[in-house]
């Protein structure tokens, strides 16, 4: 019963939504007050059966309901609770399940949180947001429904994939798909923005809180899977660049472009065609990504959907929503006038360098994810291309963008004298070479050039960074005032420009100066490895609620001291027939001792993978900056205040002019 | 400068970047390609030689050979017309088993043997690697044509 009221719920949250799109978007265009605002009432309805539908997939996985099909494939009786709720986004069905209800959440925040628009405006994001809800209830309904059933029902279900029951999994997807859906907002807002004729600094004053609230989920997912993989897999590497990882870092690259160009286009009014181009890239991006992980047209971990109907509707859904989007860029875009004149030396420029460095990196990552698949659709070969093409292009390209990271907000808008910006610059550069030059007298022979490289980058960044922010103090004013006068976003980029640096450092040391061993070793052997002795105890059975696992003890030991005793695990998911390594960390601010354990090498031998990785958190640390980041950013009051300066200058507008 | 020659400049600049940007794009692109290749296709002598590319296939029953106590593994990959023997050092992935399709990276060693870097197995038990599911079915066309075409 509780399935079918899920899926009725569906149903008529596509109906609501239809409607949310064709009233308001047909009374914008007529200037029908009645019919704009349906819009609001309507996205609390489509919000309000999608998430009831969310809640009957939940139930039915708690209470173990094996006779709907989707539950059956990815749950168990045995299966922990927070695996179950996590479960419901454990596959393709449940996960479209959720992308729809992250959609209507930010759908009905957009509806709340915007009572200081025009309603013309706010009927014509809604409309588009809805057209976009449409697209994935539809997808739902037609080709991945979650709630049918299985006749006759399963006695047991066949468990969630052993991969995916790790907390790190649990939140990466709704952090991620927070971020993809968020990119919606700024797109529905560009788009409503063309379709009204009314791209102005008040439309980039409104986007930018909501575009930097989505970049900061999408970082946040962006990270936890990395850090998942780090801890699942093995392998102990944190990025890949495996395609369903560009697929989300495509859309994170665009999206960093986009929030500095909006804030070029909401000061000085310039840029403004670039910055809707790269709203509907961002989201396209996003769109993209759902479709090569969904689809299965990947050679990847994660692609575990393979539906050739599922991959060719998304396909076509893509193409209506960036086609449609870009005829309506080409017809509207060229009556945009740019208004703020800049000079060559200023930091419009430098912004667009930022912004070309970054589209060219997406660019980069694009062709190598998606050229094999080309390739292969047209029987041309099967080909792969691995991490080395990523480094090659990604090292010049940070090399330069962390250049120009220092010197963009030192330069002033508008124009620079070349001499003035020089002379501001000169002492960060000389302080950083200093502090490189410490760095190899310091490490010596141990130093490499990349190394080098990228303490004299960090440190710019930081050093530029830092005189950036005593700026902003002044001795008249004292300290705490001083920080009061200062807007909120001024920290954020300060704080997400030194997560920046503290990445760089993370993933040059971690890649200079790791080491790592597969070793055999039996009980009571240890093995050296960067000064940290690592002695083999044994291992026992140790059953799980739904696992068995082989677990190791070993014991971490440096200069005769023990610091700390690992116990990784090699489970055995029986419902699956999966084995599933389970590392075990020894987590440092300066270094993380990794141990996974490899498999039974017969006469007591187990083989054991080993690694010393210094800074390593450095990598995780540096993004949890930019998102501290984001979120300054995104509370700056300034936002709030303008908006309802806006307001009350629109109330004595009659409703529906834009 | 005016506003259309700075405009230029401009313009000029952004092509020579974008330019510069692409060749070392397509370079690097160049240069790191790994192509997959089936054990027939080994067999036929279609290997790179001397460049690192990817082979995939079934691990045939029974063709997993450990030294006691030693990372050193041994194992065959066949797309059941031709087998490829395949010698590795290392911890095996823990989705290998004997009768499932892996895919490894490596180079072609002495006396037909392929030495690999990397062995990947897929993280679902059902999941086939769509590579290897593809040189399977090309194989079996290929011997079931030779057998038809016998008289």
Same mark, same amino acid.
């Given at each position: 019963?509780?399935?079918?009221?899920?899926?009725?719920?569906?149903?008529?949250?596509?109906?609501?939504?239809?409607?949310?799109?064709?009233?308001?978007?047909?009374?914008?265009?007529?200037?029908?007050?009645?019919?704009?605002?349906?819009?609001?009432?309507?996205?609390?309805?489509?919000?309000?059966?999608?998430?009831?539908?969310?809640?009957?997939?939940?139930?039915?996985?708690?209470?173990?309901?094996?006779?709907?099909?989707?539950?059956?494939?990815?749950?168990?009786?045995? *299966?922990?609770? =927070?695996?179950? =709720?996590?479960?419901?986004?454990?596959?393709?069905?449940?996960?479209?399940?959720?992308? %729809?209800?992250?959609?209507?959440?930010?759908?009905?925040?957009?509806?709340?949180?915007?009572?200081?628009?025009?309603?013309?405006?706010?009927?014509?994001?809604?409309?588009?947001?809805?057209?976009?809800?449409?697209?994935?209830?539809?997808? !739902?309904?037609?080709?991945?429904?979650?709630?049918?059933?299985?006749?006759?029902?399963?006695?047991?279900?066949?468990?969630?994939?052993?991969?995916?029951?790790?907390?790190?999994?649990?939140?990466?997807?709704? !952090?991620?798909? !927070?971020?993809?859906?968020?990119?919606?907002?700024?797109?529905?807002?560009?788009?409503?923005?063309?379709?009204?004729?009314?791209?102005?600094?008040?439309?980039?004053? +409104?986007?930018?809180?909501?575009? %930097?609230?989505?970049?900061?989920?999408?970082?946040?997912?962006?990270?936890?899977?990395?850090?998942?993989?780090?801890?699942?897999?093995? +392998?102990?590497?944190?990025?890949?660049?495996?395609?369903?990882?560009?697929?989300?870092?495509?859309?994170?690259?665009?999206? %960093?472009?986009?929030?500095?160009?909006?804030?070029?286009?909401?000061?000085?009014?310039?840029?403004?065609?670039?910055?809707?181009?790269?709203?509907?890239?961002?989201?396209? *991006?996003?769109?993209?990504?759902?479709?090569?992980?969904?689809?299965?047209?990947?050679?990847?971990?994660?692609?575990?959907?393979?539906?050739?109907?599922?991959?060719?509707?998304?396909? =076509?859904?893509?193409?209506?929503?960036?086609?449609?989007?870009?005829?309506?860029?080409?017809?509207?875009?060229?009556?945009?006038?740019?208004?703020?004149?800049?000079?060559?030396?200023?930091?419009?420029?430098?912004?667009?360098?930022?912004?070309?460095? $970054?589209?060219?990196?997406?660019?980069?990552? $694009?062709?190598?994810?998606?050229?094999? *698949?080309?390739?292969?659709?047209?029987?041309?070969?099967?080909?792969?291309?691995?991490?080395?093409?990523?480094?090659?292009?990604?090292?010049?390209?940070?090399?330069?963008?962390?250049?120009?990271?220092?010197?963009?907000?030192?330069?002033?808008?508008?124009?620079?004298?070349?001499?003035?910006?020089?002379?501001?610059?000169?002492?960060?550069?000389?302080?950083?070479?200093?502090?490189?030059?410490?760095?190899?007298?310091? *490490?010596?022979?141990?130093?490499?050039?990349?190394?080098?490289?990228?303490?004299?980058?960090?440190?710019?960044?930081?050093?530029? %960074?830092?005189?950036?922010?005593?700026?902003?103090?002044?001795?008249?004013?004292?300290?705490?005032?001083?920080?009061?006068?200062?807007?909120?976003?001024?920290?954020?980029?300060?704080?997400?420009?030194?997560?920046?640096?503290?990445?760089?450092?993370?993933?040059?040391?971690?890649?200079?100066?790791?080491?790592?061993?597969?070793?055999?070793?039996?009980?009571?052997?240890?093995?050296?490895?960067?000064?940290?002795?690592?002695?083999?105890?044994?291992?026992?059975?140790?059953?799980?609620?739904?696992?068995?696992?082989?677990?190791?003890?070993?014991?971490?030991?440096?200069?005769?001291?023990?610091?700390?005793?690992?116990?990784?695990?090699?489970?055995?998911?029986?419902?699956?027939?999966?084995?599933?390594?389970?590392?075990?960390?020894?987590?440092?601010?300066?270094?993380?001792?990794?141990?996974?354990?490899?498999?039974?090498?017969?006469?007591?031998?187990?083989?054991?993978?080993?690694?010393?990785?210094?800074?390593?958190?450095?990598?995780?640390?540096?993004?949890?900056?930019?998102?501290?980041?984001?979120?300054?950013?995104?509370?700056?009051?300034?936002?709030?205040?303008?908006?309802?300066?806006?307001?009350?200058?629109?109330?004595?507008?009659?409703?529906?002019?834009? | 400068?005016?506003?259309?020659?700075?405009?230029?400049?401009?313009?000029?600049?952004?092509?020579?970047?974008?330019?510069?940007?692409?060749?070392?794009?397509?370079?690097?692109?160049?240069?790191?390609?790994?192509?997959?290749?089936?054990?027939?296709?080994?067999?036929?002598?279609?290997?790179?030689?001397?460049?690192?590319?990817?082979?995939?296939?079934?691990?045939?029953?029974?063709?997993?050979?450990?030294?006691?106590?030693?990372?050193?593994?041994?194992?065959?990959?066949?797309?059941?017309?031709?087998?490829?023997?395949?010698?590795?050092?290392?911890?095996?992935?823990?989705?290998?088993?004997?009768?499932?399709?892996?895919?490894?990276?490596?180079? !072609?060693?002495?006396?037909?043997?392929?030495?690999?870097?990397?062995?990947?197995?897929?993280?679902?038990?059902?999941?086939?690697?769509?590579?290897?599911?593809?040189?399977?079915?090309?194989?079996?066309?290929?011997?079931?044509?030779?057998?038809?075409?016998?008289?």
């Amino acid at each position: 019963m509780i399935p079918e009221l899920g899926h009725y719920a569906l149903i008529l949250a596509l109906c609501i939504t239809l409607v949310q799109v064709v009233l308001p978007i047909i009374g914008a265009a007529r200037g029908d007050v009645r019919w704009m605002s349906v819009a609001r009432p309507a996205a609390v309805g489509q919000f309000v059966f999608v998430a009831v539908a969310y809640a009957c997939l939940t139930y039915a996985f708690i209470t173990d309901d094996f006779s709907v099909a989707y539950v059956a494939q990815n749950s168990n009786s045995a *299966l922990p609770l =927070i695996y179950r =709720i996590s479960g419901v986004w454990g596959a393709h069905e449940g996960s479209l399940l959720l992308w %729809t209800l992250i959609l209507s959440t930010w759908t009905l925040a957009v509806a709340v949180f915007s009572r200081t628009l025009t309603l013309a405006f706010v009927a014509r994001v809604l409309g588009i947001m809805g057209f976009i809800s449409v697209g994935f209830l539809l997808f !739902m309904l037609l080709t991945s429904d979650p709630f049918s059933r299985l006749l006759p029902a399963a006695l047991e279900g066949q468990d969630l994939n052993p991969l995916l029951q790790d907390p790190g999994l649990a939140i990466h997807p709704p !952090m991620l798909y !927070m971020g993809y859906v968020g990119f919606s907002v700024a797109f529905s807002f560009a788009m409503a923005a063309l379709l009204g004729g009314q791209l102005d600094s008040a439309w980039a004053r +409104w986007s930018r809180p909501w575009t %930097t609230v989505a970049w900061t989920f999408l970082t946040l997912g962006i990270t936890l899977g990395s850090w998942w993989a780090y801890n699942e897999l093995g +392998w102990g590497g944190w990025w890949f660049w495996d395609p369903v990882e560009n697929a989300s870092f495509m859309p994170w690259l665009v999206g %960093t472009a986009l929030i500095h160009s909006l804030s070029v286009t909401e000061k000085r009014g310039a840029f403004k065609t670039w910055t809707v181009l790269l709203a509907l890239f961002a989201f396209a *991006l996003s769109l993209l990504g759902t479709f090569l992980v969904r689809s299965g047209v990947l050679t990847s971990v994660h692609a575990f959907a393979t539906d050739p109907a599922r991959g060719m509707y998304v396909l =076509i859904f893509l193409g209506i929503v960036v086609g449609g989007s870009l005829i309506l860029y080409a017809w509207r875009a060229p009556r945009v006038r740019s208004t703020g004149d800049f000079k060559l030396l200023s930091r419009e420029t430098l912004l667009l360098c930022n912004n070309i460095i $970054l589209v060219v990196a997406a660019a980069s990552v $694009l062709l190598g994810t998606l050229y094999p *698949l080309i390739l292969d659709a047209l029987n041309l070969g099967k080909i792969s291309v691995g991490p080395p093409y990523f480094s090659a292009i990604f090292i010049p390209l940070m090399v330069i963008l962390l250049i120009l990271l220092g010197i963009g907000p030192a330069a002033r808008w508008k124009q620079n004298s070349g001499r003035w910006l020089f002379g501001r610059l000169l002492t960060s550069a000389v302080l950083s070479v200093l502090i490189a030059a410490g760095a190899l007298l310091v *490490l010596r022979e141990r130093s490499s050039i990349m190394v080098l490289l990228s303490i004299l980058l960090a440190a710019w960044v930081v050093v530029t %960074t830092v005189i950036n922010l005593y700026g902003r103090y002044s001795p008249e004013l004292g300290l705490s005032r001083s920080i009061r006068r200062t807007p909120r976003g001024f920290f954020g980029m300060t704080m997400a420009h030194l997560g920046v640096a503290v990445f760089t450092l993370g993933v040059a040391f971690s890649g200079a100066f790791s080491t790592e061993q597969d070793v055999g070793l039996a009980p009571g052997q240890s093995y050296d490895l960067s000064g940290y002795q690592f002695r083999f105890e044994g291992v026992k059975q140790v059953p799980g609620p739904n696992y068995i696992a082989s677990q190791a003890s070993v014991q971490v030991l440096r200069e005769g001291q023990l610091i700390s005793t690992l116990s990784p695990q090699k489970r055995i998911y029986p419902v699956r027939q999966m084995a599933m390594t389970e590392a075990a960390v020894d987590v440092g601010m300066f270094r993380d001792l990794y141990v996974a354990l490899g498999e039974d090498l017969g006469n007591g031998h187990w083989s054991f993978r080993l690694y010393y990785k210094p800074f390593v958190r450095w990598i995780w640390g540096g993004a949890l900056f930019m998102v501290m980041g984001g979120i300054l950013a995104a509370s700056d009051r300034r936002y709030r205040l303008a908006v309802r300066r806006e307001a009350t200058a629109n109330r004595y507008l009659p409703e529906g002019v834009s | 400068m005016t506003r259309r020659q700075r405009r230029m400049v401009l313009v000029l600049v952004l092509i020579g970047g974008v330019g510069i940007a692409a060749a070392l794009t397509l370079e690097a692109f160049r240069n790191n390609l790994l192509y997959f290749i089936s054990p027939s296709e080994v067999v036929a002598g279609k290997a790179p030689p001397g460049r690192a590319f990817r082979l995939g296939g079934m691990v045939e029953k029974g063709s997993v050979k450990r030294a006691k106590g030693s990372l050193k593994v041994q194992f065959v990959l066949t797309d059941f017309a031709h087998s490829v023997p395949v010698v590795y050092s290392g911890i095996l992935p823990d989705l290998f088993r004997e009768g499932q399709g892996v895919v490894t990276s490596g180079h !072609m060693g002495p006396h037909g043997v392929f030495v690999a870097t990397e062995v990947l197995a897929k993280h679902d038990a059902k999941y086939m690697p769509p590579e290897v599911a593809d040189a399977l079915k090309q194989a079996k066309r290929t011997t079931t044509s030779q057998v038809g075409a016998k008289p």
